[in-house]
């Protein structure tokens, strides 16, 4: 890794092949604020830029300066910008294509900036006390993170996945009501609960793990050798024995089964290879 410092930032910029956690490791360790809450994602640098990786109110989108990428027809180098790499929440120009290969990411951090705390379950650790160092904050989020089985553990079967298998589904305004609406008319909540949701500028972000439980899957359901995680709902993990397709074939009767109830189709969030089709399952949709 190299470290460039300037007056008020900091930029480490990091090979492709890197683990991620080397470079929030490292940057925790120096007081350098900007990636602190992707604490645990297993993985490599070079594919943090693809889908936006976020956790815990936190997306690299955020703190990238620039990705370096070699185009496989013209055999060049190309740096872009932030702003050039199209990010969106879980996207970026670089998902799903196949002419670019990214080859090192800059990180653009805070000396002594302060953590990160929009997400509540991780701000809610943090309540009425002093502000928490980022080293706190990381090992607050490891901690969660392995509660939910998020964190590759040796012999921990519910972390063999490919972590959330879903987005979380952004709503317009709109589309929030005609959700709410559902829910009272079928019995889930009483009016006038609301179902868990968290603004963004896009709209309104409703956790898909408690879709996915409210549609009757909750922790722990098994179909055969795969099944919804006993940590996490939007964890389906593949406890041996069976095959790619059996979990797929799983992963869509989830999907089937949040539309019939809620008419939001689910969206996955991982990338599928070795499938007759590079989305195996239905595309976003919202009614």
Not at 5 to 28: C, P
Not at 79 to 99: K, N, P, T, V
Not at 122 to 149: D, I, T, Y
């Amino acid at each position: 890794m190299e470290v460039e410092k300037r007056e008020e930032t900091v930029t480490v910029i990091a090979q492709a092949g890197t683990h991620l956690d080397e470079v929030v490791s490292l940057s925790v360790a120096e007081g350098w604020a900007g990636l602190e809450c992707l604490s645990g994602i297993p993985g490599s640098v070079g594919a943090t830029p693809v889908q936006n990786v976020g956790a815990y109110g936190q997306e690299v989108a955020e703190c990238i300066l620039w990705v370096e990428v070699f185009h496989r027809e013209h055999l060049t180098f190309q740096r872009l910008s932030c702003e050039a790499c199209g990010f969106a929440y879980r996207s970026s120009i670089f998902r799903g294509q196949r002419q670019w290969i990214i080859t090192r990411v800059a990180f653009r951090l805070l000396p002594q900036g302060s953590p990160t705390l929009r997400y509540p379950e991780l701000a809610e650790l943090f309540r009425g006390s002093a502000r928490p160092s980022l080293a706190e904050v990381r090992q607050a989020v490891l901690s969660l993170r392995q509660k939910k089985g998020m964190v590759l553990t040796p012999g921990l079967p519910e972390s063999r996945t490919v972590g959330s298998f879903f987005k979380n589904p952004v709503l317009s305004f709109e589309a929030f009501e005609r959700l709410k609406t559902r829910l009272w008319e079928q019995g889930v909540l009483l009016f006038p609960q609301e179902p868990p949701n968290f603004a963004v500028p896009a709209g309104i972000k409703v956790p898909a793990a408690w879709l996915v439980e409210q549609a009757g899957f909750p922790k722990g359901t098994r179909r055969g050798p795969v099944g919804v995680s006993p940590l996490h709902a939007l964890s389906l993990v593949h406890w041996g024995g069976g095959t790619a397709e059996a979990l797929v074939a799983f992963a869509s009767e989830i999907q089937r089964a949040v539309k019939q109830a809620f008419g939001i189709t689910l969206e996955p969030e991982p990338v599928f290879v070795g499938f007759s089709q590079d989305l195996p399952l239905e595309r976003a949709t919202c009614l």
